[in-house]
C-alpha cells in the first residue's frame, strides 16, 4: 500500500494475489459503484495476461 499526491491528484496504490480475473474485476466494480469515493481504478497489465493466480498492482484515484 502506498498513498501519494500528482498534482491535485491523491492516489493510493495496493497490491495483492487474486485467485481469478473475474474476482478482480468485481472488485474494481465494487470500488466504481455510484457512491464510490474513488474516480479510476487501473490494473498492471500482468492482469490481462494470467486468469488465475494473479499478483496485481492496481491505482486508485480519490476524487478530488
Not at 495496493?14 to 478482480?24: I, K, S
Not at 472488485?27 to 466504481?32: K, V
Not at 455510484?34 to 481504478?41: G, K, L, M, P
Request: proline share 2%; no cysteine; glycine share 4%.
Amino acid at each position: 500500500f502506498t498513498y501519494g499526491r500528482s498534482n491535485a491528484d491523491v492516489l493510493i496504490q495496493v497490491g495483492g494475489m487474486a485467485r481469478t480475473r473475474e474476482d478482480l474485476l468485481a472488485f474494481q466494480r465494487s470500488l466504481l459503484r455510484e457512491d464510490s469515493i474513488f474516480t479510476d481504478v487501473r490494473y498492471s497489465e500482468n492482469f490481462l495476461t494470467k486468469k488465475e493466480d494473479i499478483n496485481f498492482q492496481l491505482t486508485i484515484k480519490l476524487k478530488p
